[in-house]
Nanobody, 120 residues
Framework: QLQASGGGLVQAGGSLRLSCAAS????????MGWFRQAPGKEREFVAT????????YYTDSVKGRFTISRDNAKNTGYLQMNSLKAEDTAVYYC???????????????WGQGTEVTVSS
């Protein structure tokens, strides 16, 4: 089970940190990803991180602004979001899977989503 939290309302240029708490499974066995879905749009890839945290991957629109990380000892993953823009407004989902991928179909477990609203 994955539980995402940390969303909220923030002004453009602000920051938020999302958390993804895992339970029931060995978190370190899974790749972790973050996806987002804006109203009327398909779910899109944001970032992913390997099991040990050694490699991270981002969609181009968030590179340099977002940082994905994980603390396997705490069974928790994070998405630090800086310099937020109005176009980052979406529901953000964390997910766990077996391989690194930007395809949501490759992820087996999903959190419930946390809403991020960026006002311009």
């Amino acid at each position: 089970q994955l539980q995402a939290s940390g969303g909220g309302l923030v002004q453009a240029g602000g920051s938020l940190r999302l958390s993804c708490a895992a339970s029931g499974r060995t978190f370190s066995n899974y790749v972790m990803g973050w996806f987002r879905q804006a109203p009327g749009k398909e779910r899109e890839f944001v970032a992913t991180i390997r099991r040990g945290g050694s490699n991270t991957y981002y969609t181009d629109s968030v590179k340099g602004r977002f940082t994905i990380s994980r603390d396997n000892a705490k069974n928790t993953g994070y998405l630090q979001m800086n310099s937020l823009k109005a176009e980052d407004t979406a529901v953000y989902y964390c997910a766990a899977g077996a391989i690194v991928s930007d395809d949501p179909m490759r992820y087996d477990y999903w959190g419930q989503g946390t809403e991020v609203t960026v006002s311009s």
